[in-house]
């Protein structure tokens, strides 16, 4: 099966990215790349981000910025980029709510971005956007770490928005049955109070 490609727009300007994203009301997608020194950059740009699927997701649902970091060092400290490639997702006044570290193949990515835009909504106490979008996630891309940790982050918003405690327990005790060894597993499962003053 061959795979459609298509390329991204990128901004080369932060601050231009930023109106934009006030503009369309979109997240920023900053991508820090070494390219061509870095190996996993030039992945990224050649293998991950042609990739239709991306390429339109990114496009519905981000303003993307590629920074030089060897161009733009002031701008790699200022979102602490120690390591290419990074992505930073960000809001419209710059402030960062997500990062993905190292290079990553198409169909993850797309795993990452969704729950990039989950995380992005619930930092910004939109809970019923977040619950859905990390739903989503965890539908879509089931049997996945991604997956897993949009369960525990779904927990998280449902509790948010009802104040009750029960929605939190019953999202991370489905994270619990359907992804035993995670981490994110480990995170949800909190002994009881009395059950640890017993032991």
Same mark, same amino acid.
């Given at each position: 099966?061959?795979?459609?490609?298509?390329?991204?727009?990128?901004?080369?300007?932060?601050?231009?990215?930023?109106?934009?994203?006030?503009?369309?009301?979109?997240?920023?997608?900053?991508?820090?790349?070494?390219?061509?020194?870095?190996?996993?950059?030039?992945?990224?740009?050649?293998?991950?981000?042609?990739?239709?699927?991306?390429?339109?997701?990114?496009?519905?649902?981000?303003?993307?910025?590629?920074?030089?970091?060897?161009?733009?060092?002031?701008?790699?400290?200022?979102?602490?980029?120690?390591?290419?490639?990074?992505?930073?997702?960000?809001?419209?006044?710059?402030?960062?709510?997500? =990062?993905?570290? %190292?290079?990553?193949? &198409?169909?993850?990515? /797309?795993?990452? *971005?969704?729950? +990039?835009?989950?995380?992005?909504?619930?930092?910004?106490?939109?809970?019923?956007?977040?619950?859905?979008?990390?739903?989503?996630?965890?539908? =879509?891309?089931? %049997?996945?770490?991604? &997956?897993?940790?949009? /369960?525990?982050? *779904?927990?998280? +918003?449902?509790?948010?928005?009802?104040?009750?405690?029960?929605?939190?327990?019953?999202?991370?005790?489905?994270?619990?049955?359907?992804?035993?060894?995670?981490?994110?597993?480990?995170? &949800?499962?909190?002994?009881?109070?009395?059950?640890?003053? +017993?032991?």
């Amino acid at each position: 099966m061959e795979v459609r490609r298509i390329s991204i727009d990128w901004e080369t300007s932060l601050d231009r990215a930023k109106d934009w994203a006030r503009k369309e009301k979109k997240s920023i997608l900053l991508d820090f790349s070494a390219a061509p020194m870095c190996g996993g950059c030039v992945a990224m740009d050649a293998v991950t981000y042609p990739d239709a699927h991306v390429a339109e997701f990114i496009s519905k649902h981000y303003v993307p910025v590629k920074i030089k970091v060897k161009d733009r060092p002031d701008i790699a400290a200022g979102y602490d980029v120690n390591w290419t490639p990074s992505v930073v997702i960000a809001d419209e006044s710059g402030r960062a709510h997500c =990062r993905i570290e %190292g290079y990553v193949p &198409a169909e993850d990515f /797309l795993a990452h *971005l969704s729950l +990039a835009l989950g995380r992005y909504e619930l930092d910004r106490r939109q809970f019923q956007r977040a619950m859905h979008q990390l739903e989503e996630v965890s539908q =879509r891309h089931r %049997g996945t770490e991604t &997956a897993a940790q949009a /369960l525990y982050w *779904l927990g998280v +918003a449902r509790f948010k928005d009802s104040k009750d405690q029960a929605q939190l327990r019953a999202t991370w005790n489905l994270l619990i049955a359907d992804y035993p060894v995670s981490d994110w597993s480990k995170r &949800a499962n909190i002994p009881r109070a009395s059950a640890a003053a +017993a032991s």
